[in-house]
């Protein structure tokens, strides 16, 4: 740290950096619905302007502290537009596709990342459960709380499956085919969308 | 380092320590199956003998390089007990019962550590595979290979569930009783290890 740095800043080579460490911090505590620029801002040290600037919206500012270079509009938008009986398939067609391309080596440095001694688990459930998936929970929720239950349960198959195929290199399952592996692993994943629940 | 380490010893204060460094080297590159003792005790400069005598058998260091204090037949037991078409059950409650207790800390630990930046997955590969599920491959194989990729599926969906309520601690999923969590995810893991595979 050198002089001067005390107060509110208009921008320093590192306020960048240190606008991302009080977000990690903040996210971490609150999640992302908990937690607002503001409180961010202030533990920074710098004006709210200054981290939608670097940032935009609270969403960015979210996957840049995830450091997940991914727009998550990449499986939120084939959620969307699929019927909810057939969401399993398009979630998992979404997800192998971009895993299976160049964001392989980024997705499994995020998980080894996020999720290793160091890392901060917190931030890999918000992403899941209030970004990749907040839309799909409003539509699963058939009973009072299912939709987040089922969520839970959906990102846990789907963690387990992207760990399984692409980080650990469980085999055959991780020579087979996208097309083989959404056949594969779709029924299950359907049976907790849609699926009937024990009471 | 200190002198006169080179050739064969017969012992010293970390000896045990090089044997598991050789260990992990070594069923990194070969899997448990793929490695012998004799190969790890050649690479660590020791006798076979003395590996045996500090760590007995081939899984058990293979244990030991994981760092699972856990003894596997904690899981295989009850699966073994179990009917097939009653495995998912059998296993969650096991896996369940042993991670709501005071064996948490320690799954936790051992799950970011070697999935981790400057862990190793392949380690963790081979404690599922060769290990812990490796009596019930045999079981499901149904046609050729059925087995090995049934396994790789409860794998995928065992580590999720862990992952999701133990270490990332998705809520709800996170503070429902073991009972609970046993009727939700047998259903879908029962599916991969009796239900139909796609062709």
Redesign the interface.
Known sequence: MSAGRSGRRSGSPDTRAQILDAARAGFARGGLAGTTVRSIAEAAGVDSALVHHYFGTKQQLYLAALEIPVDPEFVRAPLRDAPLDDAARALLRALLTMWDGPLRDVGV?V???N?????D??I??GFL?EIALAELIGRMDAGP?DG??RA??V???????L???Y???????ASLTVD?VV???A???Q??IT?P??N
């Open positions: 440095a998980i080894r990342t999720l290793g001694n160091g890392g688990p917190a890999v459930r459960l709380g987040a239950l839970n349960l990102a846990a198959q789907v963690f387990g499956l760990v399984a195929r980080v650990v290199g469980f085999e055959p399952l083989e056949d594969l692993a029924p299950p994943l049976q907790v699926g629940l024990p």
